[in-house]
């Protein structure tokens, strides 16, 4: 008896380790398929006429902004400069998005400075030839969802909210980043615990310059941000999300007046590697 269920038991095990092959099988061959279909693409859609795929800018290689290894899978708000060097990482969230994007760029640009956006995935997707400016003039880029959502969520969505975000982000110009910032800064609702499982840093802000409020005026988001202003400090504006109008308006104020006072500005990357 128990060596004809013994014998049941191999053939069983035989037949378990033959369909687990089986399956792997069959997924190698849709992947190979999928790649081939994605690569027949583009010579589909120029037969069918469709519109052509969005070009990649030539940025060779693409930038990769990661982190050093202490501020992986890390929350933080600032950062504490070596010999408390008087510089400031801009960061612009919710774009792109027109017309304050371009116009924040063209400013950023005429008193070359470079900042960091941490942009939202579906904006990328409605804007691809603005985020590819942002990228193509040397700003640093951050992931901020998909669909800047506060509420609570599984794992599942949370990962779907990220990763969603950083393939639109690749796709459209190559980047990878380990940047991310949670809408809002909520910090526990999901999205910050799966950014930090992938050894992303989880980057905040120490200087607010509460330009999302609508009925203050720019000289009042200029205010905010210079009597703030600390070595090291991650200054917080938008881009997007709403009329930003108000934040174009400040933005000149702003660099000039922290220019008055000393500092410089830096990338996120930039000011990571500055730490102590
Ligand atoms: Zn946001």
């Given at each position: 008896m128990d060596k004809y269920l013994g014998k049941q038991r191999r053939i069983l095990k035989v037949l378990a380790i033959a369909s687990i092959g089986f399956a792997l099988g069959m997924l190698l061959h849709l992947k190979v398929q999928t790649d081939e279909s994605n690569q027949a693409a583009p010579e589909k859609q120029a037969l069918t006429g469709a519109k052509a795929p969005i070009q990649q800018p030539a940025i060779t290689p693409p930038p990769a902004f990661t982190v050093p290894a202490k501020f992986a899978g890390k929350t933080f708000y600032d950062v504490k400069p070596d010999d408390r060097e008087k510089v400031v990482a801009l960061t612009i969230d919710d774009g792109p998005q027109a017309p304050e994007t371009p116009q924040i760029l063209d400013i950023?640009?005429?008193?070359?400075?470079?900042?960091?956006?941490?942009?939202?995935g579906k904006a990328v997707e409605a804007n691809p030839e603005i985020f590819q400016r942002t990228v193509a003039e040397g700003h640093a880029i951050g992931n901020h969802t998909w669909h800047h959502w506060y509420r609570r969520m599984s794992r599942?969505?949370?990962r779907s909210e990220i990763e969603r975000t950083a393939e639109i982000i690749q796709k459209t110009t190559g980047v990878k980043t380990s940047l991310f910032r949670p809408p809002g800064g909520f910090l526990n609702n999901g999205l910050a615990a799966?950014?930090?499982s992938q050894k992303q840093a989880v980057v905040m802000w120490s200087v607010?310059?509460?330009?999302?409020d609508p009925r203050a005026k720019p000289e009042a988001f200029v205010n905010n941000v210079l009597k703030g202003v600390k070595p090291g400090s991650i200054i917080l504006m938008h881009d997007g999300g709403g009329d930003r109008s108000g934040s174009v308006k400040a933005l000149p104020g702003i660099i000039s007046g922290l220019k008055q006072k000393g500092y410089r500005f830096v990338t996120l990357p930039e000011l990571l590697e500055m730490s102590k």
């Open positions: 950023l640009q005429s008193h070359t400075v470079k900042a960091t956006f941490f942009v939202v599942a969505t949370a799966y950014a930090k607010s310059s509460a330009d999302t």
